[in-house]
């Protein structure tokens, strides 16, 4: 391996047009190294200079580091022309763009230049500089009728990376063409040092903050509010907000986890600040025993996924998202509403449909991401993603929102509490009616990306015929969604890519009728997911 003076030249080139000091400093070091001839020097030369960062329907993520392939001032600034030349061209050139961020390393500096570049670009710009969850970002692009709305996050991902979240002037995720779109125009953006930014000092509307409150404050449907909860913000900036909303919403007796309370971006005490991360919540779930609390509550980062704990014969566990998704959405169409929508994804659990029809509501399944939940259609008042993500007033907040999925899991809770019932009950009575619902997933995590591609035309080419001894008949979603979904009398398995990892991911749904005996149909469940389980491993030479 060798230095290439093409390599070289983007580089040199790259450092030229840097808007920051520190970040030509970082590169010019990684360059002095790779020309020495030291090779991990000149591997990560080619990685920071392989990009750019691919801006898809969630925007960018990468890490931290100085780059054409990281995230740093400069494809920040970039990008925030490349945005504002889209919203030009789709006649929003002046209009009011709302700008958040988060706490992680970076964030306050990519918020002051992406409010800078949008104000020399001649847009107004609603700063809402925290830190602060990113739901408030996307309840005030509906609620000032804004053009856009854009959150400086890295959600839940590890803590060497950050982010740039867009949202359309519907408070909606964009979606094709509209990436491929904004991608062109920071392709064709000058250099970064180039870009016009009028700085402005930075400031919160705390009228926004308030509004949002307010709102979440009407979501319980209950009167009862004798509950004790713990809750972690997993050292994000859920924290705060998410106090502030339960005490307006009448649930005064929360702690939080002090050793995750407040926003660091180190993460100090967890390997990977994911609520579903295998040892994530340990902390949330042994400060819950200590207090013997009656509900244990975790946020991502950015406080736009809920996770929650409950105790279980003894013992304290996290529910499956699928489990926190029919608990909630049970619960908001209890509310009666007329001609209901709720949605989920093809990879979500079944179950939701049924309860639907139970209630007399409607029912959807769209691609996975809540940028498409959110566009089920019309009359949608529950929409979640196997993920830990909920949307519990969708009206208000086209996406995720952690906050006031909290909210409205503490006034099922209550409610329950008060008849003497918890949660596990409510999945009980929803199994008896509906049978027994249990899921899984299977993943292949490859070094070589393009495997992925041909093991899904393998699968394509010769599905197989039967999984877990159950015929199953192959469905391919191409070209809408590079999915395969395999079916058969009581199991269904979905195989795609991951969209954020080099991974193949395989999601399972085993489906059990109790006759009688709920814990033999949830023996009989379990036993068969293990064997699909086992089935879908072979499958993908897991």
């Known amino acids: 391996m060798r230095l290439t003076p093409q390599l070289r030249d983007k580089a040199f080139r790259w450092i030229a047009d840097d808007v920051d000091p520190a970040a030509r400093t970082e590169l010019q070091q990684v360059l002095a190294r790779a020309m020495g001839g030291a090779p991990e020097a000149l591997a990560e030369l080619e990685d920071r200079m392989s990009g750019p960062l691919t801006f898809g329907t969630a925007g960018l993520r990468g890490p931290v580091r100085a780059g054409v392939n990281g995230m740093n001032r400069s494809v920040v600034v970039r990008t925030t022309y490349g945005v504002a030349t889209w919203l030009v061209h789709k006649g929003h050139g002046g209009g009011l763009v709302v700008v958040g961020r988060d706490a992680r390393n970076g964030s306050a500096e990519f918020f002051r230049d992406v409010v800078a570049v949008l104000t020399a670009a001649g847009f107004q710009v609603c700063q809402l500089d925290g830190p602060l969850p990113t739901p408030i970002t996307a309840f005030a692009v509906r609620h000032l009728g804004a053009v856009a709305g854009i959150q400086i996050t890295a959600s839940h991902n590890p803590p060497a990376d950050n ?20 991608e062109a125009a920071i392709r ?5 040092v180039s870009i016009p930014r009028t700085e402005i000092p930075p400031s919160t509307r705390q009228d926004v903050v308030d509004a949002y409150l307010s709102r979440v404050a009407t979501l319980p449907r209950g009167v009862d509010k004798d509950i004790k909860v713990v809750l972690t913000p997993m050292h994000g900036v859920g924290g705060d907000t998410a ?24 993460f100090p005490t967890v390997a990977f600040p994911n609520p579903e991360e295998p040892g994530a919540a340990d902390l949330l779930l042994s400060t819950a025993e200590e207090a013997a609390a009656d509900l244990a509550i975790a946020l991502d ?4 996924r809920c996770a929650l704990g409950v105790r279980d014969n003894g013992t304290w566990r996290m529910l499956r998202g699928d489990e926190t998704g029919v608990l909630l959405g049970n619960h908001i169409l209890a509310a009666g509403t007329p001609d209901a929508l ?11 449909g049924s309860i639907a029809a139970a209630h007399g509501a409607r029912y959807a399944e769209t691609l996975t991401g809540f940028k498409w939940l959110v566009r089920a259609g019309e009359g949608l008042v529950f929409a979640y993603e196997e993920a830990l993500g909920n949307s519990v007033d969708p009206s ?6 952690g906050i ?10 209550a409610t329950l509490k008060a008849a003497g019932r918890t949660l596990l009950d409510v999945l009980d009575d929803l199994a008896v009616a509906h049978g027994v619902h249990v899921t899984d997933q299977v993943s292949l995590r490859v070094t070589d990306l393009p495997l992925i591609g041909r093991l899904m035309a393998k699968l394509r080419s010769a599905p197989p015929t039967a999984l877990a001894g159950v015929p199953v008949t192959a469905e391919d979603l191409l070209p809408e969604a590079d999915v395969l979904r395999l079916t058969g ?54």
């Open 163 to 182: 982010g740039y979240k867009l949202y359309d002037a519907d408070g909606t995720q964009i979606v094709p063409p509209d990436d491929r779109i904004i």
């Open 489 to 542: 009398e009581g199991v269904r398995v979905v195989v795609r890519p991951s969209g954020t990892e080099p991974k193949l991911k395989a999601y399972l749904e085993v489906v059990s009728p109790v006759d009688g005996d709920l814990g033999a149909a949830r023996s009989a469940a379990r036993a068969k997911l293990a064997e699909l389980r086992a089935s879908v491993a072979e499958l993908l030479g897991v």
């Open 243 to 266: 106090l502030k909303a339960l005490h307006q919403a009448g649930f005064t007796d929360v702690a939080l986890v002090a050793a995750q309370a407040e926003p660091d971006p180190v």
């Open 188 to 192: 064709d953006a000058p250099a970064a």
């Open 396 to 401: 208000q907040v086209r996406d995720k929102d």
């Open 342 to 352: 709720v949605a989920t994804t093809i990879v979500s659990s079944s179950l939701l």
């Open 404 to 413: 006031s999925a909290a909210v409205v899991a503490c006034d099922l809770a």
């Open 301 to 304: 980062p950015d406080a736009d």
